[in-house]
């Protein structure tokens, strides 16, 4: 299945007779609360709300929401409820993960404990999809906020983090453009080698339920014509469906500049836990909080 539109997902949760339990860690945020309660009042999710139970119904009274209808567990401690949050999607009584107010390496450190932690690979990482109307269909980023410098290894588990994600969402077999200044190997730019190793362990069934190509510069990873014109021959080249990105700083950039200098809807995930993690920030879109909240939620 091709996903051209963030609307897409909105087909796709309407499809799933039951919806998913949301838990909000720390839910007395404003901002969080706030796209969670309207995900909610869409039919995207059923909340459980953990944290501050005053605090929680002194901001849904600034807001007119009513919370009747919503299990709230009252837990002052902002790491008590962050653990409370982390055991329930645990003990499969919730199934999405969402960060409130709380600080990410408090919710990461619970979701990382070995014994009631989330952990299902080795690695966890950041997936960004993007709607926007320079490109033909969604195009997904990866890794922008977890892994600093990812060498081969970390890069394996990223793809297949983002891979297995975007196969249960629908797309069966998506086309993934490894990153790099340039679109040819070069043994002094260890990003080329690393898209060259990628593809080849993709080719010889290494890296499974993807196509794989790099090194590719962005603008041929997106673009049919700068392709054509630097002679490349590549089923991904301009029609990319997920771009993995050399390092944070690459993939920060590149997140920042789509978000600030054109026009987009956004959605992002935390993946490699045994369930989906919705990490928004102050910064991040009213828009695109719901629409992290319906990321998270379409997954099978």
Known sequence: MQLSKIADLYKL?????????????????HHALDATYKAWQQNII?????????????????????????EIIDEKNKT??????????????????????????????AVLNKEWGLRAA???????????????????????????????K???????????????????????????????VNENMPATLDAALLAKMNERKQIKNCLIDGPLAF???????????????????????????????TGNVLYKSLTLFSKVKLAAVILGATAPIVLTSRSDSEESKLNSILLAAVAK
């Open 13 to 29: 949760i309407k499809q799933q007779k039951k919806r998913k339990k949301l838990v909000l860690a720390v839910a007395h945020d």
């Open 46 to 70: 059923t909340p459980i709300l953990v944290g501050d139970k005053a605090e929680i119904k002194k901001i849904a009274e600034t807001h007119t929401y009513d919370l009747s209808a919503i």
């Open 80 to 109: 008590k409820a962050v653990e409370i949050a982390v055991r329930l999607i645990h003990d499969k009584k919730a199934e999405i993960l969402m960060k409130g107010n709380v600080d990410t390496a408090t919710l990461l450190r």
């Open 122 to 152: 080795a690695t966890l990482s950041h997936l960004a999809v993007f709607e926007t109307e320079n490109y033909h269909k969604l195009l997904c980023l990866t890794d922008v906020a977890m892994n600093i410098a990812p060498d081969l």
């Open 154 to 184: 970390a890069k394996v588990g990223i793809v297949n983090n983002a891979v297995a994600f975007l196969n249960n969402i629908g797309m069966e077999k998506p086309k993934v453009a490894v990153v790099a200044a340039v679109e040819v």
């Open 219 to 249: 603008d041929n990873a997106i673009s049919t014509e700068s392709a054509k014109h630097k002679g490349i021959e590549s089923p991904v080249a301009g029609d990319a469906d997920l771009l993995l990105m050399p390092n944070i700083e």
